[in-house]
């Protein structure tokens, strides 16, 4: 993954790297970046964070939406095959995106899956406001996902997986959960705790 090696690389290289060594500023997604390019010998003095940003949302929620919402490439390191293997049964999910494990998410998604495959940003945000939540799988360490913005300015709760950095906002912002490996019952959490 080139998002995992590039603190590996910024650490071998910063001292030779005549870039890094002469840029004012280096900025970050999030204090995590941050924290890693700091470990990896870059100053923190060069370091600032400047996450993603959306505009808010201006369409109202519509409050009959209860199907929850996957936005992102249909690959392994977004996690949509350990989604679809947890989905549950009696559940509607929407799955917005293409990619190399199109056919295999196909092929394990339950009757109450929809792929709508790939929307422009337009029609994402049009479809936010008709569901109940976002599910973010991803299994890799993400910079600041733009769909989780965007989430949040509709309203919507968020449930990440832990090894995203959306897993450590929702539990520091308080905007949803970390799946506990249970699915079903995060999402009967997830309905609890934000009617």
Do not use: H
Not at 13 to 28: E, G, M
Not at 35 to 50: D, N, Q, R
Not at 60 to 80: H, Q
Request: net charge negative.
């Amino acid at each position: 993954s080139r998002v995992q090696t590039l603190p590996v690389a910024l650490g071998t290289r910063f001292a030779d790297d005549v870039l890094l060594r002469s840029a004012d500023w280096i900025v970050t997604l999030n204090d995590t970046m941050r924290a890693t390019y700091a470990s990896y010998g870059v100053p923190p003095e060069k370091l600032v964070t400047v996450p993603n940003f959306v505009r808010a949302q201006t369409a109202p929620k519509d409050d009959s939406g209860n199907g929850w919402l996957f936005v992102g490439r249909l690959s392994e390191v977004k996690g949509i095959l350990e989604l679809l293997r947890q989905w549950p049964a009696d559940r509607d999910l929407v799955v917005v995106g293409a990619g190399p494990q199109d056919a295999e998410a196909r092929a394990l998604a339950g009757e109450r899956v929809t792929f709508l495959g790939q929307l422009t940003p337009a029609e994402v945000r049009e479809l936010l406001a008709t569901v109940r939540g976002l599910v973010f799988p991803s299994l890799w360490p993400e910079g600041l996902p733009t769909i989780y913005l965007e989430a949040l300015a509709a309203g919507l709760p968020v449930i990440a997986w832990p090894q995203s950095i959306v897993g450590s906002l929702v539990v520091e912002e308080g905007t949803g959960f970390v799946t506990t490996g249970e699915l079903a019952a995060d999402l009967d959490r997830a309905d609890a705790t934000f009617p």
